[in-house]
C-alpha cells in the first residue's frame, strides 16, 4: 500500500471519512467507459468460502483450475473485503455500493422476517438495466423473500434460486406455482399446515416456489445451467448475470459427478463443483466470441464458517472467520477477468471491495450514478485496468459488524475495537494474521484513528436510509 504514492494524487476529497480520488487529465480508468461501450457483465458470488479456499490464494487438498485460469487471464486481489462477515448485509452492500447500516440492513434475514431489501434502493441490476442490458439471477438472493423484496423487484429481469441460506425452512406462505414438484412426501397443504423443516429450503422461479424442498445436490448444476441459457438467448445485447451460489454454505451437497473428488472431503467436492460451474460460464462465452467483451468477477460473501470443522473452508493466513470483523471474517478472494481491458497474470495489493462493485459496473456500462443518496463504493476501474500501478480510492476503509463499526483500515494499519471497546492496532503489512498489537507503540495514530472511526459513524447513521417492509 504505498503511502508515497497517495501523497502523488492531485487532490483528495474526504466525504464523511471516505475518500473520493481524482487524477489529473482522466486516468486510465476511464479506458473502461468508450462512448457507447456496454460489455457483458458476469458477477459470481460464493457463499462462505474462505480467504485461502481457492489454488491461487493457497488452497489444498482439493483443485480450482478454472479460478486459477482466470486469475492468470486477469487480476487477483490480494487486499479485497465485503462490508458485512455475514450473508443479508453482505449482499446488500453489494447490490447497492453502501455499508449496511446505510441501507439498514444489518442483520440475517430468516423465513419469519417481514422485512427486506428496499426496493426504493438503486441496485447494480437497475442501473444498467437503465442501460438496455438484460439482467438475471441465479442463487441464492437473501435479502427478502416476500415477492416486493426479490430480485424481480430489485431490478432483474428473471430470477431462479433459494430466497435464504440453505440450512433455513420455508415460509409456509410463499406464492407457489401451478406446476410445483413437491418432494420428499409433500404437498401444498402440508407445507401449508406443517412446521417448517430445517435444511427443506423452496427453490422459486421469479416470484413462485417451483419445487419444495429444493434438491440441494443439483443447485450448483441447475443455476450454472440456467445462467448458460440466459447468456445464449441475450448473446446479441448487453447482459448482466448475478450468480450468487448457495454452496459452500452448510449443508453441504454436490452432484454425483463430484461426490468424492478432491481429498478434501464434502467442503473441497463442494468447491471444485463451483470451479466447475466458473469453467462452463467462461467457456460459453469463448465459443460464443463473447469473452473479449465480457468482465467476469469473482469473490465471496464472508469468511469461512469454522466451528463447522471439516465442513467449513480456511481463511489462512489470516485470522478468524465468519461472523468477525478480523480479517478472515472480511478479506476475501477475489478475481476479475476481462481479456481486451485487464492485464493478464496481475495482482493487486491495494484496498477495493464489493461497496465498489456498483459505481465501477455503472461507470464501466456508462451509466449515471444515484446522486439522490450517498454512495459509499468508490469506482475502481483504475485498479482493474492497472494493478500493478494504480492507488485505492479508499483512504478508510470500515468494517461494520450488525450497527457497529468495529475496525477501520488505513493503509497498512488497521485499528480494531475488542468486545470491550479497547483499541487494539494492527500493521497487517508486518502482521496479517493479526497477533501482535501495537496499540501502545503508536498512542497519536490511535486516537487519529479513533476520531476518523466515530466521525464516519456517526455521518452514516445520520444519513442512514430505511429497510423494505411489508405495506399494511
Known amino acids: ?87 443479508s448485509p453482505s449482499r446488500a452492500a453489494l447490490l447497492t455500493g453502501s455499508y449496511p447500516p446505510r441501507v439498514s440492513l444489518t442483520g440475517v434475514l430468516f423465513p419469519r422476517h417481514d422485512k427486506g431489501l428496499n426496493p426504493d434502493e438503486i441496485t447494480t ?47 409456509p406462505q410463499m406464492p407457489v406455482a401451478d406446476e410445483c414438484r413437491f418432494r420428499k412426501g409433500m404437498t401444498l397443504q402440508k407445507m401449508r399446515e406443517q412446521d417448517p423443516k430445517g435444511g427443506w429450503v423452496p427453490l422459486v422461479r421469479d416470484e413462485k416456489v417451483v419445487e419444495y424442498p429444493a434438491k440441494q445436490s443439483t443447485l450448483t448444476k441447475r443455476y450454472t445451467e440456467e445462467a448458460i441459457s440466459f447468456i445464449k438467448r441475450h448473446q446479441q445485447e448487453p447482459f448482466f448475470v448475478y450468480l450468487p451460489h448457495t454452496m459452500p454454505h452448510v449443508p453441504l451437497a454436490t452432484s454425483e459427478r463430484f461426490e468424492g473428488v478432491s481429498d478434501r472431503g464434502s467442503y473441497g467436492d463442494v468447491i471444485e463443483e463451483i470451479d466447475w460451474s466458473v469453467g462452463q460460464i467462461i467457456q460459453t462465452l469463448r465459443e460464443l466470441d463473447l469473452e473479449k467483451e465480457t468482465l467476469v468477477f469473482f469473490t465471496s460473501d464472508n469468511g469461512p464458517w469454522l466451528s463447522k470443522g471439516e465442513a467449513g473452508g480456511s481463511a489462512d493466513p489470516l485470522r478468524s472467520g465468519k461472523f468477525t470483523t478480523w480479517e478472515g471474517g472480511m478479506r476475501m478472494p477475489a478475481i476479475a477477468q476481462w481479456p481486451t481491458k485487464i492485464p493478464k497474470g496481475t495482482v493487486c495489493s491495494e484496498i477495493a471491495a464489493t461497496i465498489d462493485l456498483l459505481p465501477t459496473l455503472g461507470k464501466i456500462a456508462g451509466a449515471a450514478l444515484p446522486g439522490d443518496r450517498v454512495i459509499d463504493g468508490r469506482d475502481i476501474r483504475n485498479l482493474l485496468f492497472q494493478p500493478e500501478t494504480a492507488v485505492s480510492p479508499h483512504r478508510y476503509y470500515h468494517y461494520y459488524r450488525g450497527n457497529n463499526l468495529r475496525a477501520i483500515r488505513f493503509d497498512e494499519w488497521k485499528l480494531h475495537l475488542n468486545g470491550d471497546g479497547e483499541p487494539q492496532l494492527f500493521n497487517l503489512a508486518k502482521d496479517i494474521s493479526e497477533q501482535n498489537d501495537v496499540a501502545g507503540e503508536h498512542p497519536n495514530l490511535v486516537d487519529r484513528l479513533l476520531k476518523v472511526r466515530d466521525r464516519f459513524d456517526q455521518e452514516l447513521k445520520g444519513n442512514k436510509r430505511p429497510i423494505g417492509k411489508i405495506k399494511e
Not at 490464494?57 to 479485497?80: H, I, K, Q
Not at 444498467?128 to 416476500?146: I, M, N, P
Open 1 to 87: 500500500m504505498a503511502f508515497e504514492m497517495r501523497k502523488k494524487q492531485l487532490f483528495r476529497l474526504c466525504v464523511g471519512g471516505s475518500l473520493a480520488v481524482a487524477a489529473f487529465g482522466g486516468i486510465q480508468a476511464a479506458k473502461g467507459e468508450a462512448s457507447g461501450q456496454r460489455p457483458n457483465i458476469v458477477l459470481i458470488f460464493t457463499d462462505d468460502q474462505g480467504y485461502e479456499d481457492v489454488g491461487v490464494y493457497g488452497a489444498e487438498d482439493f483443485e480450482t483450475p478454472n479460478l486459477d485460469r482466470m486469475a492468470s487471464n486477469g487480476v487477483r486481489f490480494t487486499d479485497f473485503y465485503v462490508a458485512a462477515p455475514v450473508c
Open 125 to 171: 441490476a437497475e442501473l444498467l438495466k437503465r442501460r438496455g442490458y438484460a439482467t438475471a439471477c441465479f442463487g441464492k438472493w437473501h435479502l427478502g423473500h416476500k415477492p416486493r423484496f426479490l430480485p424481480t423487484n430489485q431490478g432483474f429481469d428473471t430470477y431462479f434460486g433459494i430466497p435464504y441460506s440453505n440450512d433455513m425452512s420455508v415460509d
